[in-house]
């Protein structure tokens, strides 16, 4: 069984994602190789490098795979399929677009979202919202897969040595799509889907100064990232990438204090397997309650600031 | 231009879902179906590009059951010219859709194809990717924001960290996300002037496209249930509950 993991990175370092991914890897097989492919990026090759479980590294570094553009990324993974039986990618926005492209190119049809390894041919991923869990086989030769990052923990680095780095050539260009710009959300706050805990609000906050002003300053003291319900982001009171729910992130932190969501199906969705959940709702009944671990119906003008002040209090 | 728009018959997104008791799958027996959401944003954004004079067709096509012309009527009430009905009853995988969808765009001679970044049954969010790929096209996945231009579209993409801007050579794919549009709600006269738009309807036979699936279901489930906790009477309490009882708080 050869195995392919296509790293999340930022050409500078590795995303958690990558070492998420490689474990759901390691429970298909042993001696994972894993493709860094980027403009720059041989840093990252080095972070993959020194991961347990990781036996190669390849590293194909050239102007066209910096920002993952799924034309040339789909190109290059389709000249190195010949040689694996399973090739696979973390769930992340670049991961869905080029995998589906590449499991095309080979005919095969992709396990999306595989949640869980029942054998090396035969997941578990979810449909429906999250609703319902299937448990495929998969009947190609060759496996194409995303792997829902959550549902595993990230492998550790090795204690003592690193896989050889192999640098392999580009491969033509489709020269169909290039890239315009990006704009970046910047923030000093851990990334959602990967932070241990997570602040999120609702509709009930109104605005985004109310974000600013009762969201933010929560989530600081907890050392939190910052999230929101749907109906939150549609209002504009914060940006999209910001979005909790089966269309936007899904979470899995110890501790997701939700303050303001009423807790619609698709929210849940993309939250439900925390490990702790908080709800701060004004209305006893909303749904979000039915999930929550721990539940406080108050205004939440009142205790979110109360809440932000008796944990500093408490250091 | 011409576009085309793929829509999907999908179990209503207020339903709530129950798995066949022998787990052999969902129970869709006398449950609402719409059409998928995102399909629906897909066939706004074409529509607003033919208002806008950008494009000249906007054909729909689906794979489906007899009732998924229903389907295609909510498109064509919403502003699509006309409407493809390939005949099939399941399931099919995306891989097996995207398949077809290159003959219907080939034959109709599509230069640009929008449709939903995913379908809310399945949640698969392939077919689009797999459909460029099979044509050859580039595509602009997880779309918030659609320019065309005399060189190509210009496609703002939600990403994990924010927005991507990326511009494609036509023809091209483009699946759409939930910001893209808010689509339009459709009036009575316009329900009753879809029912006179052409919907053409298509033997799956004639496409001689293997659609047995590759993926074989062992089970379905629902996920174990999370039970309710407790409430608290006051931040205090909650406070307490998460340091000592919780355990997540140092």
């Known amino acids: 069984m050869t195995i392919l993991l296509l790293a999340e990175h930022d050409n500078a370092s590795l995303k958690d994602a990558t070492a998420r991914a490689l474990t759901a890897a390691t429970k298909i097989g042993a001696g994972v190789h894993v493709l860094i492919a980027g403009h720059q990026c041989r840093t990252a090759a080095e972070s993959a490098a020194k991961l347990e479980g990781v036996a190669k590294v390849l590293l194909v570094d050239a102007p066209a795979y910096a920002h993952s553009l799924p034309e040339p990324l789909g190109a290059l993974l389709l000249s190195l399929a010949p040689t694996y039986d399973v090739l696979l990618a973390p769930s992340t926005s670049s991961g869905k677009n080029v995998m589906p492209r590449l499991a095309a190119l080979l005919d095969v049809m992709q396990v999306s979202d595989m949640m869980a390894v029942i054998a090396p041919d035969t997941f578990e991923r979810p449909i429906f919202a999250g609703n319902v869990i299937e448990t495929v086989r998969s009947k190609d030769a060759k496996k194409v897969i995303t792997v829902r990052t959550t549902a595993f923990s990230a492998a550790a680095n090795r204690t003592a040595g690193a896989a050889p780095i192999e640098a392999l050539n580009a491969v033509a260009d489709p020269a169909i799509s290039s890239f315009v710009g990006e704009e970046l959300s910047k923030s000093a706050r851990p990334e959602l889907t990967t932070a241990r805990i997570v602040v999120s609000g609702g509709r009930a906050l109104q605005s985004h100064d109310n974000f600013v002003k009762y969201i933010e300053p929560l989530a600081d003291k907890l050392g939190a990232a910052t999230g929101a319900s749907r109906a939150a982001v549609d209002a504009g009171y914060v940006p999209n990438d910001w979005q909790v729910g089966q269309t936007g992130k899904i979470v899995a932190p110890d501790l997701y204090v939700a303050i303001g969501i009423s807790g619609a199906i698709q929210h849940l969705a993309g939250m439900k397997d925390s490990k702790v959940i908080v709800a701060i709702n004004n209305d006893a009944d909303a749904p979000i309650f039915e999930v929550a671990d721990y539940g406080l119906v108050a205004d939440l003008y009142q205790a979110v600031p109360e809440l932000t002040a008796a944990l500093a209090k408490a250091g | ?250």
């Open chain 2, 1 to 250: 231009m011409k576009i085309l728009v793929p829509v999907k018959r999908v179990v209503d997104f207020n339903v709530k879902i129950r798995v066949k008791p022998d787990g052999s799958g969902v129970d869709v027996a006398n449950v609402k179906m719409s059409i998928n959401p995102f399909d629906e944003i897909a066939v706004e954004e074409a529509i607003r590009l033919k208002e806008k004079g950008s494009a000249t067709e906007v054909v729909c096509v689906s794979i489906g059951p007899p009732q998924a012309e229903e389907t295609l009527r909510t498109a064509l009430a919403m502003g699509a010219d006309r409407g493809i009905l390939v005949g099939f009853d399941g399931e099919m995988e995306p891989l097996a859709v995207a398949k077809i969808l290159k003959a219907v765009a080939t034959e109709e001679k599509s230069d640009l194809i929008i449709l939903g970044k995913q379908a809310i049954d399945y949640d698969c969010d392939q077919t689009g990717q797999m459909l460029a790929a099979l044509l050859g096209w580039p595509q602009g996945t997880f779309a918030s924001k659609v320019l065309i231009e005399a060189d190509g579209l210009t496609v703002t993409r939600e990403v994990d960290g924010g927005h991507q801007i990326v511009k494609l050579k036509l023809p091209a794919i483009v699946t759409a996300d939930l910001r893209l549009n808010q689509p339009r709600y459709v009036s009575l006269p316009n329900i009753m002037k879809a029912k006179k738009k052409p919907v053409a309807k298509k033997a799956l036979e004639a496409f001689g496209i293997d659609v047995r699936p590759r993926l074989e279901i062992l089970k379905m489930a629902e996920p174990p249930h999370r039970k309710a906790g407790v409430k608290v009477a006051s931040v205090a309490e909650l406070v307490k509950k998460l340091k000592t009882e919780a355990g997540v708080l140092q």
